[in-house]
């Protein structure tokens, strides 16, 4: 069997939302999903809003994202998606000279300092030499891993 390597892309929605004040309005949406290909991307995109969006919409951009992992949280205050920055700092053994790679993650926080802490505590358990250069909110909504839908085959409330 095959083993799947997870490519994670960014997908831009676009439809007419009800206000909170009734009146419709056009928006964009990005979202991220995890698929194999442009074309899995968009068929999951498709299905995943499907399920939140009753009106039509329209898939008007996706493309790769940079993310080398992205962090979930599991608290239901971690409404956000961070893009940070983290350098990954090693010694050149024929130089002794200090080298820096950038590494780009996604991380799902409630606020600017839950997000550092989110890095903190995965990159704490590591023995990786790290500092974080940049952290910033971004627009993204959601994130839809493989294996996790929107559908799910629970009973709604009034079945059970």
């Not at 990005?30 to 299905?47: G, H, K, W």
């Not at 008007?60 to 949280?73: H, L, Q, R, S």
């Not at 790679?101 to 996604?106: E, G």
Request: with cysteine; hydrophobic share 35%; glycine share 4%.
């Amino acid at each position: 069997m095959r083993s799947r390597t997870a490519e994670w892309f960014e997908c831009k929605i676009r439809y007419e939302k009800v206000m909170e004040d009734g009146m419709q309005k056009r928006v964009n949406e990005n979202y991220v999903v995890d698929a194999l290909s442009f074309s899995e991307a968009e068929e999951r995109i498709i299905e995943e809003m499907s399920s939140y969006i009753s009106g039509e919409f329209d898939v008007v951009d996706i493309k790769k994202a940079t993310y080398k992992e992205i962090f979930f949280a599991d608290q239901d205050m971690a409404d956000k998606w961070y893009k940070a920055k983290l350098q990954f700092i090693t010694i050149d053994e024929k130089t002794d000279k200090e080298k820096r790679s950038t590494v780009s993650y996604l991380v799902n926080a409630g606020s600017f300092n839950g997000s550092v802490k989110n890095i903190e505590e995965v990159m704490g358990g590591t023995m990786i030499d790290y500092v974080i250069s940049a952290v910033n909110e971004t627009t993204i909504m959601d994130v839809y891993e493989h294996g996790k839908s929107a559908k799910t085959d629970d009973k709604p409330e009034y079945e059970q």
